[in-house]
């Protein structure tokens, strides 16, 4: 598959916020949470997810026939239909797309990812395009322990056919009964956004540890290899751990300083912030964890 | 072997906190989150010379009364 960098593109949320005001207003110690979180910034949006998602795709998303959108949300899923017919009503040629839409958080782009490589390699659809979207500022408020962390997003990447990367191998690792450690207390508009720092490290931590042996168990070779690791930005803390953790070559890997943490939508940020100097001769990793609790990685090989 | 004293005085100091009891958790101190979580780990890996890294069920504590159990366990509490 190839990344189609000139079809991917990504927007945050209009207001931009710095985390240290944040912090005084909720009287939060600026310090420590950068240290611990990493952000400077976060983005939000004052807009509703249709408003906000359909703006972008309109200026973004160009439909051919016969081609897949892969929609990735949680923030808005809840209603029949779906998120997605509303969002997409006034995308042009959208009548014609095979639009699948996927209700996941932080590990939505990989799960994304890992189903548009299955219908590229089938020649079911010569070009996927998968985008993530999520709104969390509606349900954080400045006193929020997540308030310091998340920005709203929504991110576009085109995979096409064709030789550039193929998928060499991948890992799920899932842990279902841990679910409320990232969570929406009461589930919908109102509630309040829960994240439990101290579980979700720990979890991370060990599971990036299996996520190795499972990245490893068929192949032979050394993530040490892999040039570069994208990792989802959920702060500064837990990413430079799981890197640790999984083996990954030294290195900076938490990138999202400026940004925050924008969930689904990290990776694809990262991807295209990276683009040109993305080596089509090396290996890249990608790995995702968060709310599920779930975590996916996988490892790319360039095409030779 | 680490004392208990010198176990409860190093988490208290991962957690930038006066003291803690057996009965404190992350429900209990706010600085118990992931930066203390991640500075737990470390005073404790430095304090038995990297032996607490082979407790793998070490990560996944959030009490400290669990701590002390898990390196009562592994014989590196007296």
């Known amino acids: 598959m190839i990344f ?7 927007a945050l949320g209009e207001n931009q916020i ?6 005084e207003d909720s009287g939060r110690d600026y310090s420590r949470t950068l240290a611990k979180a990493g952000f400077e910034w976060v983005y939000r949006t004052g807009k509703s997810e249709v408003d906000f998602f359909s703006s972008f795709l309109l200026s973004h998303l160009f439909l051919n026939p016969g081609e897949t959108v892969i929609f990735v949300n949680q923030s808005g ?5 779906g998120l997605a017919p509303r969002v997409f009503a006034n995308v042009p040629r959208a009548e014609h797309a095979n639009l699948i839409e996927i209700s996941d958080g932080c590990t939505g782009f990989l799960r994304a990812f890992l189903v548009a490589d299955s219908l590229l390699s089938s020649g079911s659809s010569k070009a996927v395009t998968i985008i993530c979207g999520e709104i969390y500022s509606k349900f954080i408020d400045n006193y929020s322990t997540s308030a310091p962390i998340f920005s709203d997003a929504i991110s576009q990447i085109r995979l096409t056919a064709g030789r550039g990367f193929s998928l ?9 009964q841990d679910h409320e450690f990232i969570s929406v207390a009461g589930g919908q508009d109102g509630s309040t956004f829960r994240m439990d720092g101290a579980k979700v490290l720990g979890w991370t931590s060990r599971s990036a540890r299996k996520m190795a042996t499972l990245l490893l168990a068929a192949e032979e070779y050394d993530l040490k290899g892999i040039a570069s690791w994208f990792f989802h930005q959920g702060s500064k803390v837990v990413v430079e751990n799981v890197a640790a953790a999984l083996g990954a070559r030294e290195g900076t890997y938490f ?3 400026q940004i925050g943490n924008t969930s689904s939508s990290s990776i694809p940020i990262g991807l295209i912030q990276s683009q ?4 089509a001769n090396e290996s890249i990793g990608l790995l995702a ?13 360039a095409d030779q | 072997m680490l004392s208990g004293e010198i176990l409860m005085a190093a988490i ?9 009891t057996m009965e404190d958790s992350d429900s209990t101190v706010d600085t118990w989150d992931s930066l203390g979580q991640l500075s737990i780990q470390t005073k404790l890996s430095v304090l038995t010379a990297g032996a607490s890294e082979d407790i793998e069920e070490l990560a996944v504590v959030y009490s400290v009364e669990h701590i002390f159990n898990l390196l009562g366990e592994a014989g590196l509490l007296e």
Request: charged share 10%; proline share 4%; glycine share 8%.
């Open chain 2, 12 to 20: 208290a100091d991962a957690l930038e906190v006066e003291s803690v």
């Open chain 1, 289 to 301: 964890f968060g709310v599920g609790l779930s975590m996916i990685g996988l490892v790319l090989e």
């Open chain 1, 276 to 279: 040109s100097t993305l080596n």
């Open chain 1, 4 to 10: 189609d960098f000139q079809a991917s593109a990504f």
């Open chain 1, 77 to 81: 899923a809840s209603s029949i239909p």
């Open chain 1, 168 to 176: 060499r191998n991948y890992g799920v690792l899932n842990s279902f």
């Open chain 1, 18 to 23: 710095p985390v240290s005001t944040i912090c």
């Open chain 1, 255 to 257: 990138s999202a300083g």
